[in-house]
């Protein structure tokens, strides 16, 4: 009889433990944080991962939620599996741009994964493009142009500036500071109105509810609202519902901020009894359209070149959705927005061989039905259920049309790249 062989534990335990990732895998965990992290959706996030995942022999499935994600590689009866914990990042184009040039640039062979991997590092490790007082400047150009497209006038515009700027430095202030930047939105909402109300009574009669919503334009979560319907659109379930969930928080925070902040008008002498001054010329959306759009590309943090093509985008966005209102009522018009601005992106992701994100997320925030909710939770705070309650559901559908002029959009011109 041949004498049982001891085996150490040591070396047992060397052998029940899974190879070491290879440069393959190290490069697809960072590329799929990196995109999770610059606000990249679900769906085009497993999408491009699965993509990746094929053209370097690997076999990959992903599983994207707004605050996680999972990677496992290879066979089902013997997954590697790893969970990375993201937090939810801002909107960041030209990094989006960059690692999608980066992904193809590993696809085709031109880089190995390895030095992708390091590509990936100094993409993440690129200093800011625009530096804060730029971005101040922007968020008060963003809110002034709100004013005005809602129809607000020269006061309006000028309160509605200057509570932006002020709720930009507070965000810039608090921004390093996880403690204090979730409560940016009910302290930014509270200012808002304050300012409002102030402004109300020592400036003369203005809509205090145009100035308040045109001042915390940036903060609204309409484009969260629509990413969410979107990814539940297409299945992704899970993370369309944690999205959607999120936006409803915000929205409920900013309202708890607008009761606290609009209770200042008790304090104060009513505002003078006079007629609202008259509305501004015409022209001046054009030119209120042309600043956002200028402010939405620089917020976003688009490289310089891409601004025509943000502008264009924007401008064709608004036009469809204008004509789309004449066409199928205020509630359906984001439909045709949505549709001829993914049409006109994709097209021009095609030609460029660019991303569509880069042009689709800047135009969906002339879209977005954020001030829809935002007026249907003032309602509702005023105890006017009945108005609240329909503009809720008008909220609501303008998010479904939005997401199916996208769909639409992506199957009557395929777009080139998953992103």
Same mark, same amino acid.
């Given at each position: 009889?041949?004498?049982?062989?001891?085996?150490?534990?040591?070396?047992?335990?060397?052998?029940?433990?899974?190879?070491?990732?290879?440069?393959?895998?190290? !490069?697809?965990?960072?590329?799929?944080?990196?995109?999770?992290?610059?606000?990249?959706?679900?769906?085009?996030?497993?999408?491009?991962?699965?993509?990746?995942?094929?053209?370097?022999?690997?076999?990959?499935?992903?599983?994207?939620?707004?605050?996680?994600?999972?990677?496992?590689?290879?066979? %089902?009866?013997?997954?590697?599996?790893?969970?990375?914990?993201? /937090?939810?990042?801002?909107?960041?184009?030209?990094?989006?741009?960059?690692?999608?040039?980066?992904?193809?640039?590993?696809?085709?062979?031109?880089?190995?994964?390895?030095?992708?991997?390091? /590509?990936?590092?100094?993409?993440?490790?690129?200093?800011?493009?625009?530096?804060?007082?730029?971005?101040?400047?922007?968020?008060?150009?963003?809110?002034?142009?709100?004013?005005?497209?809602?129809?607000?006038?020269?006061?309006?515009?000028?309160?509605?500036?200057?509570?932006?700027?002020?709720?930009?430095?507070?965000?810039?202030?608090?921004?390093?500071?996880?403690?204090?930047?979730?409560?940016?939105?009910?302290?930014?909402?509270?200012?808002?109105?304050?300012?409002?109300?102030?402004?109300?009574?020592?400036?003369?009669?203005?809509?205090?509810?145009?100035?308040?919503?045109?001042?915390?334009?940036?903060?609204?979560?309409?484009?969260?609202?629509?990413?969410?319907?979107?990814?539940?659109?297409?299945?992704?379930?899970?993370?369309?519902?944690?999205?959607?969930?999120?936006?409803?928080?915000?929205?409920?925070?900013?309202?708890?901020?607008?009761?606290?902040?609009?209770?200042?008008?008790?304090?104060?002498?009513?505002?003078?009894?006079?007629?609202?001054?008259?509305?501004?010329?015409?022209?001046?959306? %054009?030119?209120?359209?042309?600043?956002?759009?200028?402010?939405?590309?620089?917020?976003?943090?688009?490289?310089?070149?891409?601004?025509?093509?943000?502008?264009?985008?924007?401008? !064709?966005?608004?036009?469809?959705?204008?004509?789309?209102?004449?066409l199928l009522g205020a509630q359906l018009g984001a439909f045709i927005g949505?549709?001829?601005?993914?049409?006109?992106?994709?097209?021009?992701?095609?030609?460029?061989?660019?991303?569509?994100?880069?042009?689709?997320?800047p135009g969906l925030m002339l879209l977005v039905p954020g001030s829809v909710? !935002?007026?249907?939770?003032?309602?509702l705070l005023e105890r006017d259920v009945v108005a609240g309650v329909d503009?809720?559901?008008?909220?609501?559908?303008?998010?479904?049309?939005?997401?199916?002029?996208?769909?639409?959009?992506?199957?009557?011109?395929? %777009?080139?790249?998953?992103?």
């Amino acid at each position: 009889m041949c004498a049982a062989v001891a085996v150490p534990p040591e070396l047992l335990a060397s052998l029940n433990q899974p190879p070491p990732p290879g440069p393959a895998v190290a !490069f697809t965990l960072r590329l799929a944080e990196a995109l999770h992290r610059y606000g990249t959706p679900a769906h085009r996030l497993e999408g491009l991962m699965v993509r990746v995942s094929e053209r370097l022999g690997l076999e990959g499935r992903f599983f994207s939620t707004p605050t996680s994600l999972f990677a496992s590689f290879g066979p %089902p009866e013997a997954l590697r599996t790893s969970l990375i914990r993201v /937090e939810p990042g801002d909107m960041d184009v030209e990094r989006l741009t960059l690692l999608d040039v980066l992904a193809d640039d590993v696809i085709q062979g031109r880089l190995t994964p390895a030095e992708g991997a390091r /590509e990936v590092e100094a993409i993440l490790a690129m200093p800011e493009r625009y530096g804060p007082a730029l971005q101040l400047v922007c968020w008060t150009l963003a809110g002034g142009a709100a004013a005005r497209l809602f129809g607000g006038g020269l006061r309006e515009v000028a309160v509605a500036a200057l509570s932006s700027l002020l709720i930009g430095t507070l965000g810039e202030l608090t921004r390093r500071q996880p403690s204090t930047a979730r409560v940016l939105e009910p302290v930014a909402a509270i200012l808002s109105s304050s300012l409002a109300a102030l402004a109300a009574s020592f400036m003369g009669p203005l809509s205090v509810q145009v100035a308040t919503l045109a001042g915390l334009i940036v903060l609204l979560p309409g484009l969260s609202l629509t990413v969410a319907i979107n990814e539940l659109a297409t299945r992704h379930l899970i993370s369309g519902t944690s999205r959607l969930t999120g936006a409803a928080l915000v929205f409920l925070q900013l309202g708890f901020g607008v009761a606290l902040g609009s209770r200042l008008s008790l304090l104060l002498p009513p505002p003078p009894q006079a007629p609202l001054p008259p509305a501004l010329p015409g022209w001046t959306q %054009p030119v209120a359209l042309a600043v956002a759009t200028l402010a939405v590309g620089v917020l976003f943090r688009a490289r310089p070149r891409e601004w025509g093509w943000i502008a264009a985008a924007c401008t !064709f966005a608004f036009a469809g959705s204008r004509l789309g209102a004449l066409l199928l009522g205020a509630q359906l018009g984001a439909f045709i927005g949505a549709l001829l601005l993914g049409i006109a992106s994709n097209a021009l992701a095609r030609l460029r061989n660019r991303p569509s994100l880069t042009t689709v997320v800047p135009g969906l925030m002339l879209l977005v039905p954020g001030s829809v909710g !935002f007026r249907s939770l003032a309602s509702l705070l005023e105890r006017d259920v009945v108005a609240g309650v329909d503009t809720a559901f008008s909220m609501l559908m303008v998010a479904v049309a939005l997401a199916a002029g996208l769909l639409s959009a992506n199957a009557l011109v395929p %777009p080139r790249k998953v992103l």
